[in-house]
Structures are given as structure tokens and as C-alpha cells.
């Protein structure tokens, strides 16, 4: 445990250290809040979490193919950001800890591969919890039903593959995965209405009302 603990402190995995402490510290304030824990207003983790799920390129592109391969916006943000994490951590720990590299050059050069990895594993990690995050989804959209009904864009934008829309209802809005017209793209913010569910996708297909709020 204590080499553990100089390898974390250690120049090269300092870095990932301080943003695995970020991380333990958010799950932390997220398990005393179950616990009804008071802390002041927590509101602000479930802000970072939507303002994070929004961070989508508006075009389509290796970036969007990127945060698909990562299952974002299917899983929640800071749960693909943990995976990822924990598993850039790893991988710095260990190739630092058999391959003792004074050249900052080459250490540079090995975050690439250690990125890679990270993102394959992250891949593997977050998918097994698309299914219960749409299963949870889906425990709202039974009681009420969903197309005919308005929403706001959450995410950077909708568009034919991917995106994100809030629902108000009389209880917590639901949050479903939404899709707009091949071609089409609406923008965060923007007022829409669910038209009819597109059953192979678990998603919702949208059109706008033309309002920005």
C-alpha cells in the first residue's frame, strides 16, 4: 500500500491522481447526500453532470464517434468519467512503476497509448449499464405516456444518432434519449415535442417548437 501511495505522488502520476481524488470526492458527496447527509445545496452535482453530458460537437465527426464508443449519453457522464479515470490511473501507475522514464518526451508519448486503453476499457466498463439506465428510464415511461408531450434539448444538441431531452412532469422530469429527423439538428434549449418512439433505438423521435428558452 505504501508504494502504492509514492507511485501515486510520484511527477508523472500526479495528474491522474489529483483527478481520481476529484472523482472519489464528487461519489462521495453524491453516497452523504443518499444519506440525507446535510451539506448545504448539492444541487450543483447533478448541474455538473447535465452541463457535462451537453459537451457534444455540434457536427458530426470522429469526436461524436469518439463519446458514442464511450456510451455518453446513454450512461451518465460522471459514470463513463470514473471508469476512464480509474483506468487512466492504472495504466500510469503501472508503466511508470516497470518502466522507470526520467524523458518527459517519452512519458508524453506513453499517455497516448495509456489514453487508448483507457477508452477501450472505459468502453467495455460503462456499456453493461446502458441497459439499466434505459430500465430506469423506462420505470417513468410506463406510468405516463410519452410522445404528444414537450421537452428541452439537454445536451448540446439532437440530431439523427444522438441527444438528450427533459420532460417535466408532476413528480422528477424524465429524461429520454431523443433523435430528430435524418438532417435535422436542434439546439440546447430548444422547446420540442415527442412525436412517437422509435422502438429499435430505445429513443424518441422530436420536432421543434420553435422556441429557445
Request: hydrophobic residues 45%; glycine residues 8%; contains cysteine.
Amino acid at each position: 500500500m505504501i508504494e502504492i501511495f509514492h507511485e501515486s505522488i510520484r511527477w508523472a502520476n500526479l495528474p491522474y491522481t489529483i483527478l481520481l481524488g476529484l472523482i472519489l470526492f464528487y461519489w462521495l458527496l453524491v453516497i452523504l447526500g443518499g444519506l440525507d447527509i446535510d451539506l448545504g445545496d448539492l444541487n450543483f452535482l447533478s448541474d455538473v453532470d447535465t452541463d457535462l453530458d451537453g459537451v457534444v460537437p455540434k457536427e458530426a465527426g470522429w469526436l461524436g464517434g469518439v463519446l458514442q464508443f464511450l456510451n455518453l449519453g446513454q450512461v451518465p457522464t460522471m459514470v463513463v468519467a470514473s471508469f476512464m479515470t480509474i483506468s487512466l490511473w492504472s495504466g500510469s501507475i503501472l508503466l511508470n512503476h516497470y518502466w522507470s522514464i526520467p524523458s518527459t518526451l517519452v512519458l508524453v508519448i506513453l499517455a497516448i497509448p495509456n489514453l487508448l486503453i483507457a477508452g477501450v476499457v472505459t468502453h467495455f466498463c460503462a456499456r453493461p449499464f446502458r441497459r439499466l439506465f434505459q430500465e430506469l428510464n423506462r420505470e417513468g415511461e410506463e406510468t405516463l405516456p410519452i410522445s404528444g408531450r414537450y421537452g428541452k434539448v439537454i445536451t448540446s444538441e439532437v440530431n439523427d444518432h444522438f441527444g438528450q431531452v427533459e420532460i417535466e412532469t408532476e413528480g422528477a422530469p424524465i429524461v429520454i434519449s431523443a433523435r430528430a429527423p435524418k438532417g435535422k439538428s436542434y439546439a440546447k434549449g430548444e422547446s420540442v415535442v415527442v412525436v412517437n418512439e422509435i422502438p429499435d433505438e430505445s429513443s424518441f423521435l422530436i420536432k421543434p417548437l420553435g422556441i429557445i428558452k
